[in-house]
């Protein structure tokens, strides 16, 4: 209030600030309720994700012990020298009410694996598909989170928006507009009282000159 000058211009002025603060805390508010909701359906997909993961490793490394069981580590290991180990992933970006939120896309492999099965044994030829279904759980999992981690980031910030209007940025021009009434009023006041007296002084000369010609 102290650099706020106390003048009509600047009463109408915070008026409308105020009413632009509390617009903008229910729309932060409209957002950040979207988000959450938005937030804890991928916590079930990503906890359901979690679970398919954990099943799928344990499948795969059964399936890999007995592939090294039955056709020899030797044979399993150059068997996975062989192949190429990189994998292209595909992302994209998707627009969550306003927050831009990558999404990995899972890929589907081919159905024929990059080598010959008939050098290989049955174990080995099913670990391979194993994995690969791991590597599948492994980038479901980390797209989920990432998405997750994202949206729960922006739920963070937007929290914050709406405490700092809310709890700082109203109450402060709150306190500015009535600051300025408080001057305004009193303003006004000492004016009503200003020309009561003039009132008074005028009626009191006028009765005199009354008297005066009596």
Do not use: C, H
């Amino acid at each position: 209030m102290a650099n706020v000058a106390p003048t009509r211009s600047n009463l109408l002025q915070r008026r409308d600030q105020l009413k632009l603060a509390i617009r903008g805390i229910d729309l932060l508010k409209r957002k950040r309720d979207a988000l959450l909701g938005e937030f804890f359906g991928l916590v079930k997909v990503s906890l359901a994700a979690r679970k398919e993961l954990g099943l799928t490793t344990k499948d795969a490394y059964f399936s890999l012990f007995l592939a090294n069981a039955w056709d020899s580590p030797e044979a399993v290991e150059g068997l996975g020298l062989a192949v190429d180990s990189e994998l292209d992933l595909e992302m994209e970006v998707e627009n969550i009410f306003g927050v831009k939120v990558p999404q990995i896309k899972v890929p589907e492999f081919d159905e024929e694996l990059p080598f010959s099965p008939i050098s290989v044994g049955v174990r080995t030829l099913d670990a391979a598909g194993q994995f690969r279904k791991l590597a599948k759980a492994l980038i479901n999992v980390a797209s989920t989170e990432t998405r997750l981690r994202k949206i729960g980031e922006e739920i963070k910030k937007t929290s914050r928006r709406v405490n700092a209007l809310e709890q700082i940025v109203a109450p402060n021009i709150s306190n500015e507009i009535k600051g300025i009434v408080s001057v305004l009023d009193q303003r006004a006041l000492e004016e009503v009282t200003v020309l009561k007296r003039i009132k008074n002084k005028l009626e009191a000369k006028e009765a005199e000159k009354k008297a005066a010609k009596a």
